[in-house]
């Protein structure tokens, strides 16, 4: 377990960002009259981000998440005229400051550094996927993204409706909104929108979604009941609604939490509704620990024994079986997938389902 948590899982320790922050500007004296108080400051925070993305890289044994996450850091740095050698330096400071403690040179948190600081040249131009050119109606998923991104909110909802009387719901959901919404994400991962544009965008497609909410109950129920939450952490909610209501479509009755729920409320509300199956959503990768602490407070109770658990979200995404980690029964790499999974986790010789 990485020595970097607190009691198996939790956060990075602000006194070692404090710490590395102390021996980076020790060692780059111009700095403080450079960026200031405030630039020292993001210093600070960019470091103690870094450490929370290694301590679940080490966590839970998986260098790509820290890896991903550097590659990141790098092009977003370089937005801002922060050349990449900076980056390396706060690596380096970073190891020296854990290795200073008596940490073991072979420690997963040490190995991970030194990799990150080999991998540093080769980072940064990984821009991630194409959503658009995933689906076969990319040229609807593109027409909204570009009514969305310049503000037209009443024509992208007239169009979704239109283009849900000829693809349905699902259809749309699957081959429209979803690769949108990944398109949105990615640009705003990658600075491309602000968290104004951002926020607009996702809140006009909360608002198409309620447009076509009552076409989603016309399936005739199956008998299963799903809990959808976002694990602990997350700010971002909507596609896990969205999964929600695709396994409405799907036959399922389902109670959609959202995000900022504890688990003792969401442990409640799957033995009040009779859950059959939970599914947890985490968007970014040191949120993983959340779900995790969620999926055994689960197992833990002997009235919630009979529930199967799901995961998905971009996290998961980043690294092939890392859902396997949390305890959880199966992995969904979208909405296509995420009904399939769980119907199969209900099949009469049901294993473990990627």
């Not at 700010?235 to 695709?246: C, F, N």
Request: contains cysteine; glycine residues 8%; negative net charge.
């Amino acid at each position: 377990m990485g020595l970097l948590f607190h009691d198996g899982f939790g956060v990075a320790d602000h006194q070692t960002a404090e710490e590395v922050t102390a021996l980076l500007y020790s060692r780059h004296p111009e700095w403080d009259v450079k960026f200031g108080p405030k630039g020292r400051k993001a210093c600070a925070d960019d470091v103690y981000n870094t450490l929370l993305y290694l301590a679940t890289a080490t966590a839970t044994e998986r260098y790509d998440l820290f890896r991903e996450y550097l590659s990141w850091l790098r092009r977003l740095l370089a937005q801002i005229n922060i050349a990449p050698r900076h980056l390396a330096d706060m690596l380096v400071a970073m190891r020296d400051a854990l290795a200073g403690r008596g940490m073991n040179p072979d420690s997963p948190e040490l190995t991970f550094l030194d990799d990150g600081i080999s991998d540093l040249a080769s980072l940064g131009a990984e821009t991630g996927s194409l959503p658009f050119a995933e689906t076969h109606r990319a040229d609807l998923a593109s027409e909204l993204f570009s009514l969305l991104h310049r503000g037209d909110r009443g024509t992208a909802t007239t169009s979704v409706l239109n283009w849900a009387e000829t693809l349905g719901v699902e259809g749309v959901y699957l081959d429209v909104i979803e690769p949108c919404l990944q398109e949105i994400g990615r640009r705003w991962h990658d600075n491309q929108l602000n968290v104004a544009e951002e926020h607009f965008m996702t809140a006009s497609i909360q608002v198409v979604m309620a447009r076509l909410y009552p076409l989603v109950f016309q399936a005739s129920r199956i008998g299963r009941r799903l809990v959808a939450v976002c694990a602990e952490g997350e700010l971002h909610e909507i596609g896990m609604r969205m999964v929600a209501d695709l396994f409405d479509i799907g036959g399922w009755d389902t109670t959609f939490l959202g995000a900022g729920v504890p688990d003792t409320a969401v442990i409640r509300t799957i033995r009040d509704r009779g859950c059959d199956l939970l599914a947890i959503s985490a968007s970014l990768a040191i949120n993983v620990p959340a779900v995790t602490r969620l999926v055994s407070a689960l197992r833990l109770d002997p009235q919630c024994s009979h529930v199967k658990v799901m995961v998905g979200g971009r996290a998961f995404n980043q690294s092939p079986d890392l859902w396997r980690r949390t305890g959880a029964d199966g992995w969904a790499g979208g909405g296509r997938e995420a009904l399939r999974t769980g119907n199969r986790l209900f099949e009469a010789t049901a294993e473990p389902v990627s």
